[in-house]
């Protein structure tokens, strides 16, 4: 009986297997191993295409985050300094301003004078004391207007030189950190101390020059005021801003009263860095220091003759007027409306000005102007800049 064809094909297929049982399972394993390589090379290619981009979505988010971080330490050091300038180095200098402007200023000796001609009408001719009403007269408003433009002037300087300074010490205190082996020369001792001398300048030589132009100005305003003539206290505002005005026109004056044109700090000034100037014990240190307080004393000058300074400088005294106004309302209380005679308003004028300039470490004053957002604004505008200089 013939076997079926089917049949056949099943037992020769069935013996060449067993035959080639070996090769078959070699070539089969080769084949297995070989899809599992390339399935498991794929999954591998897409698990590290997941880790770099996991990886990089992790460093991002680290980066934002020192970013923030660094923002943030920043800010807070920005608004140290501002803290230091108000509560400490300014209160600091004040009581020397005052005493400064008050020998300048000095209306004692006049009025001392005029009381003597009260008392002994014998002792000073009429003419004499016409001339001494009238040097009052001009010498009250002086010293009042010189109050003003100093104070603002001198918490404006403060604030740009630690500005200036706190981050230029902060970038060279964070690139030591992260740069151990950095061979840049951080700020020394010396310059910062001599730089912070500066701020002396005003009322050690500035002050004069300043007293002298707002004398002037005064003087013009006041020539043909007589003494019997009524003002409201419109009025007496609008003395006040036209001898600020006569002083705003002479706006590069502003860098000679903090300032000296040289650089060089009078000998007395420099007495407070003496000390870390003799810890200098090679001439290429002192060199580098020179060059870097040339620097900051430069970046200062710029900043005292730029658009945004004037501005600020103006907002400061328009500022500082409404606050002495206010201080004069007081007399104005219960007065007629066609106002007060000029000789009575001489006391409460001068002494506005020393209202100015007391208690250092309460002065309302003080408090007005740093609460300005423009001054705000300002110091942080120096700081950003000071900060690109530091950086670069």
């Known amino acids: 009986m013939t076997t079926p064809l089917h049949i056949t094909c099943y037992y020769d297929f069935k013996a060449w297997v067993k035959k080639h049982q070996r090769s078959l399972l070699v070539a089969a394993g080769l084949v297995g191993g070989g899809s599992a390589v390339y399935y498991g090379l794929h999954y591998l290619g897409l698990t590290s295409q997941a880790r770099k981009e996991r990886d990089a979505a992790r460093a991002a988010l680290l980066h934002r985050e020192a970013e923030e971080r660094a923002e943030a330490q920043l800010q807070s050091h920005f608004e140290s300094i501002q803290r230091i300038s108000d509560t400490t180095t300014l209160p600091s200098v004040l009581p020397q301003l005052k005493a400064s402007l008050f020998s300048k200023v000095d209306l004692s000796g006049l009025t001392e004078k005029l009381i003597l001609g009260k008392d002994d009408p014998q002792a000073l001719s009429q003419r004499d004391k016409m001339q001494l009403w009238q040097e009052l007269k001009t010498l009250s408003f002086t010293r009042t207007v010189c109050a003003m433009s100093a104070l603002s002037l001198l918490d404006l300087f403060i604030r740009i030189q630690l500005n200036i300074l706190g981050r230029r010490v902060y970038f060279d205190t964070a690139r030591d950190f992260m740069n151990p082996e950095d061979l840049h020369a951080p700020l020394s001792m010396s310059v910062q101390h001599k730089f912070i001398a500066f701020a002396g300048y005003l009322h050690h030589k500035g002050l004069a020059a300043l007293v002298g132009d707002i004398y002037k100005a005064a003087e013009i305003e006041l020539r043909g005021k007589q003494l019997k003539e009524s003002f409201t206290l419109y009025d007496l505002k609008n003395v006040f801003?036209?001898?600020?005005?006569?002083?705003?026109?002479?706006?590069?004056?502003?860098?000679?009263?903090?300032?000296?044109?040289?650089?060089?700090?009078?000998?007395?000034?420099?007495?407070?860095?003496?000390?870390?100037?003799?810890?200098?014990?090679?001439?290429?240190?002192?060199?580098?220091?020179?060059?870097?307080?040339?620097?900051?004393?430069?970046?200062?000058?710029?900043?005292?003759?730029?658009?945004?300074?004037?501005?600020?400088?103006?907002?400061?005294?328009?500022?500082?007027?409404?606050?002495?106004?206010?201080?004069?309302?007081?007399?104005?209380?219960?007065?007629?409306?066609?106002?007060?005679?000029?000789?009575?308003?001489?006391?409460?004028?001068?002494?506005?000005?020393?209202?100015?300039l007391e208690h250092p470490d309460e002065n309302r004053f003080i408090r007005i102007l740093a609460s300005l957002p423009q001054v705000h604004a300002f110091c942080a505008l120096v700081y950003t800049n000071s900060s690109e200089e530091a950086a670069a």
């Open 241 to 356: 801003v036209r001898i600020l005005a006569t002083l705003d026109s002479k706006r590069p004056a502003w860098v000679q009263y903090v300032l000296p044109p040289d650089n060089v700090l009078p000998e007395d000034l420099a007495g407070a860095s003496s000390a870390a100037d003799a810890s200098n014990q090679f001439a290429d240190v002192a060199t580098s220091d020179n060059e870097v307080l040339d620097q900051l004393m430069n970046e200062t000058r710029a900043v005292l003759a730029s658009n945004e300074f004037h501005e600020v400088q103006a907002v400061c005294l328009e500022v500082m007027l409404d606050g002495v106004m206010e201080e004069l309302y007081t007399i104005y209380r219960g007065s007629s409306d066609s106002g007060i005679p000029l000789a009575k308003l001489l006391p409460p004028v001068a002494g506005a000005g020393s209202t100015l």
